[in-house]
């Protein structure tokens, strides 16, 4: 039964999505239920389902499959069509054009000619009317000409126009639509009920994507004045996907969705005897009694007609020197199925039901040569029947390589007779054996003592061996990438799936190569901690590789405008806007597009802003309705009971104007001299300071300037301020300052 399904939210994070679908299962159908047009870049192994409805149904199974979905709803086919049309009537229209100029250029140059008289001869009379008339036929011919050529110019002009507008929306089409094909083949999800419905159902599916990338902007509206405004988060988001997110709840997390979470194993410090790790949890060994499941099929197989058995052969012949030699008569002919005979000794291998410890290493004097062809063997033969001549793995070492001698030296003499020969080398036929040996599987039982590899306790990729599969038969095993093809139910060609999916796999990473927005920031976690953003409303982001705006949220904050100037360094005062976080998400590094009303005033960085914090300053520019002017005054005396002492005085005199309607908050820092802990002759006293200072020898704005001093004050709209300041630096009248006594 296929259900229906639309897309109902998205979780985005730093590196991949999680979709959810939602599908409607009408009642009476079957238990078992496929929901189709899921991407080919999806992870299988992130599927998940859930019933959305209260009741007793509840979801056994679900796993990703293959469908050929019929594109009946995409117009790209037509926009592909229409652009070809449109090129041809433009090339079209533009010869013509062409030939029309032709012959307006030949017409234009139709002028009366005249004959030479003859020497002697009287003037002849001027053909007046004949004149007259090729004047008006070529004015005729002419003006008839441009009136065709007005409409043939405006016909080319709508012509190029429609093409361009196809051109467009063929480029801008996202790569959900945009495709020619009359199929297309697409990811479903088989989910299998407790039972078949019999009420109108929701699913619910949960699935990963990648090709996901998305980076934090802001935009900030002040009212008049800037006292007050709102700051309003946006998204940047890119996706490539292969499906459109249309009306989706979007939630945005700082986190990554493929970094492990799992608590830490506290591992207890026994003093004792070394014991064996316990088992890993969701492992449990075979039953018991396995293979007497299959003692009947064995049964029937021992009256079947069996195959001719392999003639014997001296183990000797395996472990006897190769003589170089080339093949001929029927050695040659028996030599182009040396290939085959080898896949027959490799086979068993591939069908064991667990990985089987690594065999011994080969000898020392193993040549690579030997290796290397061996590994050709691998392409073609038939895979040996069970009990017909393979390998019982409960056999001795000893047993398994006489049983190896018999089966195999016929074919390896065979395919030294393939490759050529050997050279005359005792370390090289050593070699050959070795590899040919290391192909038979080594003896032992999937039971207790064997380590388990990662692969079996990947569920998504785990299938049984039949009834064909030797002694792993009845067991589960690790499915390469083929077979996990075949058993998700491919309806076409492997080969074909398989080079689409690589595809779809390798445009999602593309995403990851895109560059940034401007002045945008990538992703990042704030003080170690992760957040996720929730959009305020349904959003629309195409499949297109390209970045999407997207409205988030409005963030709660405070604004408080001030004004910053340091006149020792320059005569400026600039806008400031300090920013409290008063909502419970941290505001990420990103761009700012600040606008007083309805005009744009300029593009800033917001920094970092945990929630809670209130040190946050933002810049907005230079505000030149208020100046500031810095004078300095310096004399130099002596002091002291003897005048041993040298008084070095410093005044400053700052002038605020304020130019401007309404009250500015101005913050105006200055530094004083610090005198070194080691210098215990040199002392700084300040005196005279109008209005006082504040010390601020903490960190400002996550900066510590030793020696700083602020005034913070309210100045008047249209008014003017002085501030005064004065201090003295003593020291023996014997010594100077480095780079001068005047710090002013």
């Given amino acids: 039964m296929n259900a229906q399904s639309v897309l109902e939210a998205v979780a985005l994070y730093r590196d991949a999505a999680i979709v959810t679908r939602r599908a409607q299962v009408a009642p009476g159908t079957e238990a078992s239920v496929r929901v189709g047009g899921l991407p080919l870049c999806l992870n299988p192994g992130s599927l998940r389902a859930r019933v959305a409805t209260s009741g007793q149904l509840r979801v056994l199974d679900v796993r990703a499959a293959f469908d050929v979905q019929l594109a009946a709803e995409t117009d790209v086919p037509a926009e592909v069509k229409a652009v070809e049309e449109g090129r041809h009537a433009v090339a079209k229209l533009e010869q013509e054009l062409a030939r029309l100029d032709r012959d307006l250029a030949l017409t234009t140059k139709l002028t009366p000619t005249f004959r030479e008289p003859k020497k002697g001869a009287p003037p002849r009379e001027a053909p007046v009317a004949a004149m007259i008339g090729l004047a008006d036929f070529v004015d005729q011919r ?162 079947r007609e069996e195959p001719p058995a392999t003639p014997p052969v001296l183990a000797e012949q395996l472990r006897a020197p190769m003589k170089k030699s080339k093949p001929t008569g029927e050695r040659a002919a028996r030599s182009s199925d040396a290939s085959m005979h080898l896949a027959r000794v490799a086979e068993p291998a591939a069908v064991m039901a667990y990985p089987p410890p690594a065999p011994p290493p080969p000898a020392p004097s193993a040549a690579p040569k030997p290796a290397a062809m061996v590994s050709r063997a691998r392409s073609g033969g038939a895979p040996m029947q069970p009990g017909g001549g393979g390998f019982n793995r409960a056999q001795s070492p000893r047993a398994k390589e006489r049983a190896f001698d018999d089966e195999a030296a016929p074919m390896v003499d065979e395919f030294a007779e393939l490759e050529g020969g050997y050279d005359q080398d005792e370390d090289t036929g050593a070699g050959v054996r070795q590899s040919l040996l290391d192909l038979a599987p080594v003896g032992g039982s999937a039971i207790p003592g064997w380590s388990l590899e990662e692969s079996l306790f990947d569920y998504d990729r785990l299938m049984m061996v039949g009834f064909d599969g030797g002694d792993g038969r009845g067991r589960l095993r690790p499915a390469g990438a083929w077979e996990f093809a075949f058993v998700a139910g491919v309806s076409v060609q492997i080969e074909v799936v398989v080079g689409l999916i690589a595809i779809a796999e390798q445009r999602a990473t593309h995403i990851h190569g895109l560059p940034l927005p401007a002045n945008c920031t990538g992703v990042t976690s704030l003080d170690s901690f992760d957040y996720r953003f929730e959009c305020a409303a349904p959003v629309d982001v195409p499949s297109v590789a390209a970045w999407t705006t997207v409205p988030v949220t409005r963030c709660d904050v405070g604004l408080t405008p001030e004004y910053v100037c340091v006149p020792s360094v320059e005569s400026k005062v600039y806008r400031t806007l300090q920013i409290a976080n008063t909502s419970p998400h941290a505001l990420l590094p990103g761009p700012v597009d600040v606008m007083v009303g309805e005009e744009f005033l300029l593009t800033a960085q917001l920094p970092a802003t945990a929630p809670g914090s209130s040190a946050t300053r933002l810049g907005l520019g230079v505000e030149e309705a208020i100046k500031v002017s810095r004078k300095t005054q310096y004399r130099e005396s002596t002091g002291g009971l003897l005048g041993g002492t040298t008084v070095l005085t410093h005044e400053i005199e700052i002038e605020l104007n304020n130019r401007l309607s309404t009250p500015a908050k101005i913050d105006v820092r200055e530094r004083v001299p610090i005198a070194e802990p080691n210098e215990k002759d040199i002392k700084i006293e300040e005196a005279q300071v109008q209005p006082p200072w504040e010390k601020a020898d903490g960190l400002v704005e996550g900066r510590h300037v030793p020696g700083q001093r602020r005034w913070r004050l309210s100045v008047p709209p249209a008014t003017k301020q002085v501030l005064h300041a004065s201090y003295a630096v003593r020291i023996p009248s014997d010594r100077m300052l480095v780079g001068g006594n005047r710090r002013g």
């Fill in 142 to 303: 002419v003006a008839g000409l441009h009136t065709r050529r007005r409409a043939l110019v405006a016909r080319l002009d709508d012509a190029r126009r429609e093409l361009n507008m196809h051109t467009q929306r063929l480029a801008e089409a996202s790569s959900a639509t945009a495709r020619t094909e009359r199929a297309q083949v697409t990811r479903c999800a088989v989910v299998v009920l407790s039972e078949a419905p019999t009420a109108p159902t929701e699913l619910l599916i949960d699935y990963e994507v990648p090709g996901t990338r998305w980076t934090p902007s802001y935009e900030l509206r002040l009212a008049a004045g800037g006292a007050s405004g709102a700051l309003r988060m946006r998204a940047q988001i890119a996706q490539d996907t292969g499906e459109d997110w249309k009306g989706v709840k979007l939630s945005l997390s700082t986190a990554y969705l493929q970094r492990r979470a799992d608590l830490p194993e506290l591992r207890a410090l026994k003093i004792g005897r070394t014991q064996p790790a316990p088992p890993r949890s969701g492992w449990r060994e075979p039953p018991a009694g396995l293979d007497s499941l299959f003692e009947g099929l064995d049964g029937l197989g021992r009256h």
